[in-house]
């Protein structure tokens, strides 16, 4: 069993265990169920919004690239990365919310990079960022993805089927889960990318 497809199962657990827990504490609590609610729900609430004033930059980028603002959206992924290198720390804070794919925010950020550069067509770009996210993380499936777009643009479909077979051996299949997955993050980059007008 892949990583990714532990991390999606664990993914699913912990919203079961986390739902129990909230369903426990409001039938446990002699207090209105509106108030049992709403400390469950500030409870969920808090980790993700250290999370979304900690890692701004990186979801502001994502927020841009769901937009196709892709320039734009490189500029606050350096950003983030030059902060991460400065502050290495910050690496660490991805566990207060969940990642499916990779433990490495840093790695996802190359990710990132080098998706935004294969949509402009900037393809050595691309290949550096997404050579970079893998030498950070090896099982990280979404740059093996993107490397298998990059191989089959530049019209190397051995390569190219090489690469989206290691994507789908790490975890990644593009089916249904993958989709609410890269919708679920569409809709975080979106709530905590504050501060970038829609276009």
Same mark, same amino acid.
Not at 70 to 96: N, T
């Given at each position: 069993?892949?990583?990714?497809?532990?991390?999606?199962?664990?993914?699913?657990?912990?919203?079961?265990?986390?739902?129990?827990?909230?369903?426990?504490?409001?039938?446990?609590?002699?207090? &209105? *169920?509106?108030?049992?609610?709403?400390?469950?729900?500030?409870?969920?609430?808090? *980790?993700?919004?250290?999370?979304?004033?900690?890692?701004?930059?990186?979801?502001?980028?994502?927020?841009?690239?769901?937009?196709?603002?892709?320039?734009?959206?490189?500029?606050?992924?350096?950003?983030?990365?030059?902060?991460?290198?400065?502050?290495?720390?910050?690496?660490?804070?991805?566990?207060?919310?969940?990642? $499916?794919?990779? *433990? &490495?925010?840093?790695?996802?950020?190359?990710?990132? $990079?080098?998706?935004?550069?294969?949509?402009?067509?900037?393809?050595?770009?691309?290949?550096?960022?997404?050579?970079?996210?893998?030498?950070?993380?090896?099982?990280?499936?979404? *740059?093996?993805?993107?490397?298998?777009?990059?191989?089959?643009?530049?019209?190397?479909?051995?390569?190219?089927?090489?690469?989206?077979?290691?994507?789908?051996?790490?975890?990644?299949?593009?089916?249904?889960? &993958?989709?609410?997955?890269?919708?679920?993050?569409?809709?975080?980059?979106?709530?905590?990318?504050?501060?970038?007008?829609?276009?």
């Amino acid at each position: 069993m892949s990583r990714t497809a532990r991390y999606k199962i664990g993914y699913v657990v912990a919203i079961g265990v986390i739902a129990t827990l909230a369903f426990l504490l409001m039938s446990a609590v002699d207090a &209105d *169920p509106l108030v049992a609610a709403l400390l469950v729900a500030l409870f969920l609430f808090i *980790p993700g919004r250290v999370q979304g004033i900690l890692y701004r930059e990186l979801f502001r980028g994502r927020r841009l690239l769901a937009q196709h603002r892709e320039v734009e959206a490189i500029g606050h992924f350096h950003r983030y990365l030059a902060d991460v290198r400065a502050r290495p720390w910050l690496k660490r804070m991805i566990w207060l919310s969940w990642s $499916i794919y990779t *433990p &490495d925010v840093e790695a996802m950020a190359l990710n990132n $990079i080098g998706a935004a550069h294969l949509r402009l067509g900037h393809l050595d770009e691309a290949e550096s960022a997404l050579r970079r996210a893998l030498a950070l993380d090896e099982k990280y499936p979404l *740059p093996h993805f993107n490397m298998a777009v990059l191989h089959e643009m530049r019209g190397n479909r051995t390569l190219a089927e090489k690469a989206l077979a290691e994507a789908v051996a790490l975890g990644y299949s593009g089916g249904t889960v &993958d989709t609410i997955i890269n919708h679920a993050h569409v809709l975080l980059a979106r709530a905590e990318g504050r501060g970038v007008k829609d276009a």
